[in-house]
Nanobody, 122 residues
Framework: QVQLVESGGGLVQAGDSLRLSCTAS????????MGWFRQAPGKEREFVAAIAWNGRSTFYSDSVKGRFNISRDNAKKSVDLLMNSLTPEDTALYSCAISWGIFNKARTYEYWGQGTQVTVSS
């Protein structure tokens, strides 16, 4: 069993930065891959970023590449998503998820947090 809790969301203006955090508990974290997903109202869930268990490999969707940065701290069982140059199109509910499969494949993610809302005003 795994519990994931996200934090750090909020209301910001276009061009601002925001850091999201996700803390895990339960099953071993250090050998798991972590990802961030987002879902905007009326849209399908989007795979945003992922990081392999050892932190050596990362994945970013084209929509966030160059603006977002994912990192992890296995000692703290946490994964962060630093979001820069935010635009209104980044407005969504952001959730972290955990995988023991191929880290850059959305279908391998098994457990999800409740999410944290990010709203970007123009």
């Amino acid at each position: 069993q795994v519990q994931l809790v996200e934090s750090g969301g909020g209301l910001v203006q276009a061009g601002d930065s925001l850091r999201l955090s996700c803390t895990a508990s339960g099953r071993t974290f250090s050998n798991s891959n972590m990802g961030w997903f987002r879902q905007a109202p009326g849209k399908e869930r989007e795979f945003v970023a992922a990081i392999a268990w050892n932190g050596r490999s990362t994945f970013y969707s084209d929509s966030v590449k160059g603006r977002f940065n994912i990192s992890r701290d296995n000692a703290k069982k946490s994964v962060d998503l630093l979001m820069n140059s935010l635009t209104p199109e980044d407005t969504a509910l952001y959730s972290c998820a955990i995988s023991w499969g191929i880290f850059n494949k959305a279908r391998t993610y098994e457990y999800w947090g409740q999410g944290t809302q990010v709203t970007v005003s123009s």
